[in-house]
């Protein structure tokens, strides 16, 4: 058994053994760490299959900034774990399926590579400078500009209707307005007021000697 293979059976085991963590563990919080765990293995195979980009792009946007957006927002909220166990069960069945599906499919395409089903030779070497960041890039700005374009306006369409449906002004929520506090003016905040510098001393209280 070469290095390589090792090493992906490695990370292989890490995934699964993360994956089931991610959906088995009582704390939300375990379970949002298990997923940064699963991430940074994947980006690992991606890696040995020579998918630079992917991997980067899986730590960078998933482990860097998603996944520590959603554990901060984990710890700070105050979660009812019991609550949220209600019903838990009731997903197996569709869970199961989608599983089954997907099992399904990664088998489909790994038998077709290793039995060569689909009748195609095996891959050709690739030269040392050979870059798949370069050519993904080429194909996405190249071939497939117009549906990364469409994906694009996709996805800002969709960030900025869920800033709509969630900005809701309430009436006892004070809120700052800036355009007042810049066009402010002086009159508007400062009065001057004419008074006396000083007062005139007041009267001594008698005292008990003079009183006598």
Not at 132 to 141: A, D, S, V
Request: proline share 5%; charged share 15%.
């Amino acid at each position: 058994m070469s290095f390589q293979l090792f090493v992906f059976y490695l990370f292989s085991l890490i995934l699964v053994g993360a994956s089931l963590k991610v959906i088995t563990a009582r704390n939300p919080v375990h379970s949002a760490l298990f997923l940064v765990l699963a991430f940074v293995t994947a980006s690992g195979l991606w890696m040995l299959l020579e998918a630079e980009f992917l991997a980067i792009a899986l730590v960078l946007v998933y482990v860097g900034a998603v996944m520590v957006l959603f554990l901060f927002v984990v710890m700070m909220l105050d979660i009812n774990i019991d609550r949220l166990r209600e019903g838990y069960w009731d997903y197996l069945v569709p869970a199961l399926v989608v599983a089954g599906i997907m099992v399904a499919e990664m088998t489909v395409i790994l038998a077709g590579r290793y039995f060569r089903l689909d009748g195609m030779p095996a891959p050709a070497a690739k030269p040392e400078t050979y870059s798949n960041t370069r050519e993904l890039g080429k194909l996405i700005y190249t071939q497939y500009v117009y549906p990364f374009e469409l994906a694009s306006v996709i996805l800002l369409v969709a960030i900025v209707a869920a800033i709509a449906l969630t900005l809701r002004r309430r009436k006892d929520t004070k809120f700052q307005n800036t355009g007042r506090q810049v066009a402010v003016r002086r009159q508007d905040r400062v009065r001057m007021v004419s008074m006396p510098s000083e007062k005139p001393a007041a009267a001594p209280l008698p005292t008990d000697e003079a009183a006598g």
